[in-house]
């Protein structure tokens, strides 16, 4: 083992420790430096949700390998997890019964990397030099050298603010108090937070949409609780998906769901709505939207997704996409313009490493910089042939072993968490008929006004 090259994984979440795993099947010495007191620290603050893709496109292949030496029993394939039974099921038992146990550093942030003897303006025999990461753990700041580094330190702990521009808006950090970002449990841990308030949702992602639909769930037990849709765009049909022409038959029952609510008006719209300012009112926030444009809530959850922190990276030299903050080979890929997470292509070390820092790799959520399309079983292939490239075997590196189901992967699943809504059940109508359901095309074609359809 002494001649194996040592790997720093920065992160254990799904897609580091997998990473890990085919490491150790690669002969290599994978380190993995964890900033939470866990591994799966940033999958544990979204536990609460349900994943959009089942089980069979979460598990990585080594993975499943290293844990099907200790009796560990697969999930049920077509199951859609949450975040905690993919912790509980498969990242928790990776993490602690595996070999992965003892090369998971858990409370170690990386907080800068470099590479020994030289500054990022030093050129000559820079290659050769091995990367010196700044380590911080309880014990003060420690280095730790390795001949390859792979940053899947993911996107989760810098999301994006609520300010139209890309800013923060003025007084967002004095009122972060009654702002939440991402996907706050609503029904469950911060119920009392949010129950018999009126809260604004910004954001026209699934996170903002799954965040909307459980506000409209509370609102039925908890009288009072009004939900704001605060929507950049001055349509908000591109949030309710392609409805029953969807080729992802889950999503599009979600999309129309969830149109169900807005028309319904149990969700009060603003599109068109830029976040400026943000003030407060006798005790209450005050969002301003430009001009005399305002609304008055009690809470603001901001879901306009996230941004990778290229903070720890400043000493090295690397190559992203100016807009999306990609490397640059992945980005045309994974333009958010063009792609769906359906369409991304499966990509690996040639789109990865970076050119001008021979042994650096940026993978997983990180990876894919703003663009929100990235899913786990993508990032498996990045680390699978990622550590084939550390490993020398370029010919495993550059193949392509991915297959991405067209359609279905991402779908969401959980659609018991919708409240009953009018006018649309059993599944999604096929695409060009005039009806919300295939129940409702049934009773259409037999002369009834159909479910809902009064
Ligand atoms: C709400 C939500 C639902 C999702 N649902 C799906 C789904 O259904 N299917 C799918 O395929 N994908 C889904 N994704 C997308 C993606 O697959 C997940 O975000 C996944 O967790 C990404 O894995 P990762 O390992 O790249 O990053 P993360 O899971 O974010 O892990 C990164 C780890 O790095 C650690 N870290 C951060 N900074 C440092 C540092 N400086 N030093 C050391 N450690 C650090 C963090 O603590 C964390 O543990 C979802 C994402 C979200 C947010």
New binding site residues.
């Given amino acids: 083992m002494s001649d194996a090259k040592t790997v720093a994984i ?9 990473a890990a795993a085919h490491a150790l099947e690669r002969g290599l010495r994978p380190i993995v ?4 007191a866990e ?5 544990r603050q ?1 536990q609460h ?5 089942p089980w069979k ?2 598990i990585d292949t080594a993975a499943a390998r290293l844990l099907a030496t200790t009796g560990w029993n697969s999930p049920d394939p077509e199951i ?1 997890p949450t ?1 905690r039974e993919l912790i509980d099921h498969y990242l928790a038992p990776l993490a602690d019964r595996t070999a992965l146990r003892d090369v998971i550093r858990t409370s ?4 800068a990397i470099s590479r020994t003897g030289f500054d990022k303006a030093k050129s000559k025999g820079r290659a050769a030099a091995p990367f010196e990461l700044r ?1 911080r753990n309880g014990n003060g700041d420690a280095v730790l050298q390795a001949d390859a580094v792979i940053d ?6 810098s999301p994006n603010p609520a300010g139209g521009n890309g800013l923060p808006a003025l007084g967002e950090a004095e009122h972060r108090a009654r702002i939440a970002y ?2 706050p449990d609503v029904t469950g841990a911060q119920r009392s937070r949010y129950a018999g308030k009126t809260i604004a949702v910004l954001g026209g992602g ?2 903002a949409v ?1 965040t909307l639909i459980d506000l409209a769930a509370l609102a039925e037990d908890a009288p009072g609780t009004q939900a704001i849709w605060l929507l950049r765009a001055e349509d908000p049909a591109r949030s309710f998906g392609g409805g029953s022409a969807d080729q992802l038959a889950a999503r599009g029952e979600l999309g129309m769901a969830f149109a169900a609510l807005v028309r319904s008006g149990r969700i009060r719209v603003e599109t068109g709505f830029h976040v400026s300012r943000i003030a407060d009112d006798n005790g209450r926030l005050e969002i301003f939207a430009g001009g005399d444009r305002r609304i008055g809530v009690d809470e603001l959850i901001v879901a306009t997704g ?1 941004r990778p ?1 290229l903070s ?1 990276l400043s000493e090295l030299r690397l190559r992203l996409d100016p807009a999306i903050e990609a490397p640059v080979a992945l980005a045309p890929l994974i333009d958010p313009n063009e792609h769906s ?1 359906g369409t991304v292509r499966p990509h690996g070390a040639r789109e990865l490493a970076q050119a001008d820092e021979p042994g650096l790799y940026l ?5 894919y910089g703003r663009a929100p399309t ?6 498996y292939e990045q680390v699978r042939s990622i550590t084939a490239d550390i490993a020398g075997d370029k010919k495993a590196a550059a193949r392509v072993e991915l297959k991405l189901p067209e359609t279905g ?1 991402c779908t ?1 699943g959980g659609l018991s968490s919708i409240p009953a809504l009018p006018g649309c059940c059993g599944g999604p109508a096929p695409s060009g008929v005039d009806s919300c359901c295939v129940d409702d095309v049934k009773a259409k074609a037999a002369g009834r006004t159909g479910c809902g359809c009064s």
């Avoid at 591994?39 to 999958?43: N, P, Q, R, T, Y």
């Avoid at 990235?374 to 990032?379: A, H, N, S």
Wanted: hydrophobic share 50%.
């Fill in positions: 920065i992160g254990a979440g799904p897609v580091g420790l997998a430096l964890e900033a939470g591994a799966a620290h940033a999958v979204w949700v349900q994943l959009f893709s496109y979460n859609y975040g170690h942030r990386v907080t380590v899947v330190s993911g996107t989760w702990f991402g996907m699934h996170s799954g996230f922190d720890m997470c993978a997983g959520m990180k990876s990235f899913l786990m079983m993508t990032g992967v969401r």
